[in-house]
C-alpha cells in the first residue's frame, strides 16, 4: 500500500523556520518525483517546490531563497526546509509523490504563521 506521511507543521511566528518531512512507502519513492504543495483557505492547492528523482529541484517564485526541498533516499523521506516564514505562507502543505502517470498524496500538514 502506498502511503506518504507528512509531519512537521505547526504554529510559528513571521521570521522563524520550520522543517516538514514526509515518509513515503519505499516502493514508490525511488521511482518517484517528490514534491510538496499547499492550499491556502480560499485558494487552489499550489505547487511548492519539488524534486526529480534525478535530483533537479523546482520552486515557486514566491520560496525561492527561503525554502529548500532535499531527499534522504536510505530513509524514503522528503523534507522541506522552510525559513524566513511570512503570514502568506499560511496554509496546508501536502506531499506529493509522481511516478509516471501516477500521482499520489499525503494527509497534509498545517502550518500556521502569525505575523
Known amino acids: 500500500q502506498v502511503q506518504l506521511v507528512e509531519s512537521g507543521g505547526g504554529l510559528v511566528q513571521a521570521g522563524e523556520s520550520l522543517r516538514l518531512s514526509c515518509a513515503a512507502s519505499?516502493?514508490?519513492?525511488?521511482?518517484?518525483?517528490m514534491g510538496w504543495y499547499r492550499q491556502a483557505p480560499g485558494k487552489q492547492r499550489e505547487l511548492v517546490a519539488a524534486e526529480g528523482s534525478g535530483g533537479r529541484t523546482n520552486y515557486a517564485d514566491s520560496v525561492k531563497g527561503r525554502f529548500t526541498i532535499s531527499r534522504d533516499n536510505a530513509k524514503n523521506t522528503v523534507y522541506l526546509e522552510m525559513s524566513s516564514l511570512k503570514f502568506e505562507d499560511t496554509a496546508v502543505y501536502y506531499c506529493?509523490?509522481?511516478?509516471?502517470?501516477?500521482?499520489?498524496w499525503g494527509q497534509g500538514t498545517q502550518v500556521t504563521v502569525s505575523s
Open positions: 506529493n509523490a509522481k511516478m509516471g502517470a501516477l500521482n499520489y
Open positions: 519505499r516502493s514508490i519513492f525511488s521511482h518517484s518525483a
